[in-house]
């Protein structure tokens, strides 16, 4: 379901991979091919034994690359047959077809407690990035904008305190679940390493110090 709802929010071909209800690599690109490379790159160590959205239809070209790694779910709106004779070979991998549909409104969601639950709004706030405010001397440029856009969005779908870093539509580290905000900046800044350099940096709350 997390892997599910990230992809889509998007509209371009995206692609994320997800951990333990964490997202460890998202990537869009017009290419499906390189989208799902992107992503998996993001955290190839992390990868092994996760889950695998896409909101793009999955090609053959595409599944000869996913079956090189242990995935335990692949989600996507449609399979190619070819990609299916690909896939149905690994053992252990459940392959599930997710219609897309309409873009999503507002819904309630139920959280279990002790003796009863708790029922609350859905996170759908819809943004224009272009009623962002900056708060900079130095604008960002039109694709530190996109990619900002992109890395904030993949925050909402990561673990507070969540750090995101991307680059060009891709994210290249992840800092999530932390007791601290610098933890998790310190996680993102060393799984981007040294592809860092030129990146942006989303957060869902303040950044720290």
Same mark, same amino acid.
């Given at each position: ?11 371009? %071909? ?9 997202? %460890? ?9 390189? &989208?799902?490379?992107?992503?998996? +790159? ?17 090609? &053959?070209?595409? #599944?000869?690359?996913? #079956?090189? /790694? ?12 070819? #990609? ?15 219609? *897309?549909? $309409? ?11 002790? !003796? ?12 224009? /990035?272009?009623?962002? +405010? ?7 440029? +039109?694709?530190? $904008? ?8 993949? =925050?909402?779908?990561? $673990?507070? !305190?969540?750090? *995101? /870093? ?7 580290? /992840?800092?999530?679940? +932390?007791? =601290? ?6 996680? #993102? ?7 860092? $350099? ?12």
């Amino acid at each position: 379901d997390v892997a599910w709802n990230l992809v889509s929010e998007f509209t371009e %071909c995206t692609f994320a991979v997800v951990k333990h209800n964490n997202p %460890c690599g998202v990537s869009s690109n017009i290419s499906p091919d390189k &989208a799902y490379s992107q992503a998996y +790159q993001g955290d190839p160590l992390s990868a092994f034994g996760g889950v695998v959205a896409s909101n793009h239809s999955i090609s &053959a070209s595409t #599944a000869v690359e996913m #079956a090189k /790694i242990f995935y335990e779910i692949i989600i996507a709106p449609e399979f190619t047959p070819e #990609a299916l004779g690909i896939l149905t070979q690994k053992k252990n991998l459940r392959i599930l077809v997710r219609t *897309t549909g $309409k873009p999503r409104v507002a819904y309630g969601e139920l959280r279990q407690i002790s !003796n009863g639950v708790l029922l609350q709004t859905g996170d759908y706030v819809q943004e224009n /990035i272009e009623d962002w +405010q900056v708060a900079t001397f130095r604008k960002p440029t +039109q694709q530190e $904008k996109k990619d900002l856009e992109f890395a904030w969005i993949v =925050s909402k779908h990561v $673990k507070s !305190n969540a750090i *995101t /870093i991307a680059k060009s539509r891709k994210i290249l580290g /992840i800092g999530a679940g +932390q007791p =601290s905000r610098v933890g998790s900046v310190d996680i #993102a800044l060393d799984k981007a390493g040294k592809l860092r $350099k030129g990146t942006v940096m989303a957060s869902d709350a303040f950044f720290p110090f």
